[in-house]
């Protein structure tokens, strides 16, 4: 019947995984993705670099942009040490009500904020509404051609400090070829690619992580 992907995601989370427990609704979202229908969730394989990156920095200002169904909140959430936050940004009312449900699903709410609306107009605020400093570590994952202007503005509004990481999905596919060129090329960041796979299938994809150095 007429209902959406993310629709569908979440019904499998509510009738699959156990309610509170993180490790579960991941799981369950990949099982559903890689038999029954494809989404763009970061997915298990990229998702372990993910893990190792979030374990290493203990992040205590970490940023996700682009937060679908909720996927890489839940599993980054379910990482971060304790008074820490995860703030991800998401336009699409109807994703981030989906994204909301699933995050209490998961039972981590009280480490994540999701805030509705369009990444320009919200960097240059996060300073004032969330009386932060910087990002300690900050999730690229939303629209493709959206990655270098954000990660400029960041810059400009003081988001970055030196130290920051950007970690950016899907730099091979769909690919993000001028945000590559900009953190590579760039004297300001220390740039390493983690090759990997495009979730739940066997084409090229990978992760590239960038330290910012001020
Ligand atoms: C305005 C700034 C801004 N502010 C706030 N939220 C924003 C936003 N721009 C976008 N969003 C939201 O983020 C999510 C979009 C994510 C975009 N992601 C991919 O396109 C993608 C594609 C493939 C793939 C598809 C098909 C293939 F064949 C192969 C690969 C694989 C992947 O892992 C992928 O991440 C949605 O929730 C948007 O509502
Ligand atoms: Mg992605």
């Known amino acids: 019947y007429g209902s959406t992907r993310p629709e569908r995601i979440l019904a499998e989370v509510k009738s699959k995984a156990t309610r509170g427990d993180a490790r579960s609704v991941v799981d369950t979202i990949d099982q559903y993705c890689r038999h029954q229908e494809w989404a763009m969730n970061v997915g298990d394989e990229k998702g372990t670099i993910l893990d190792s990156i979030v374990c290493e920095v203990k992040p205590r200002a970490m940023l996700e942009l682009g937060t679908y169904c909720g996927y890489s909140a839940v599993r980054i959430a379910s990482l971060l040490p304790p008074n820490s936050r995860l703030i991800t940004m998401e336009f699409n009312p109807v994703f ?119």
């Not at 590579?184 to 960038?210: A, M, N, Q």
Request: glycine share 8%; hydrophobic share 40%; proline share 5%.
């Open 96 to 214: 981030a009500a989906i994204a909301r449900q699933v995050i209490a699903w998961a039972g981590v709410e009280d480490k994540v904020v999701l805030i509705e609306g369009p990444s320009g107009d919200w960097i240059p605020k996060m300073k004032k509404e969330f009386g932060l400093t910087s990002f300690d570590l900050v999730f690229l994952d939303h629209w493709k051609d959206c990655y270098l202007p954000d990660t400029k503005l960041m810059e400009e509004c003081g988001l970055l400090r030196t130290g920051s990481i950007l970690v950016a999905d899907n730099v091979i596919c769909p690919g993000a070829p001028d945000y590559l060129e900009y953190v590579r090329g760039s004297p300001r960041y220390e740039s390493k690619y983690f090759r990997s796979h495009l979730e739940y299938t066997r084409v090229e994809d990978g992760i590239e992580k960038s330290v910012f150095l001020g």
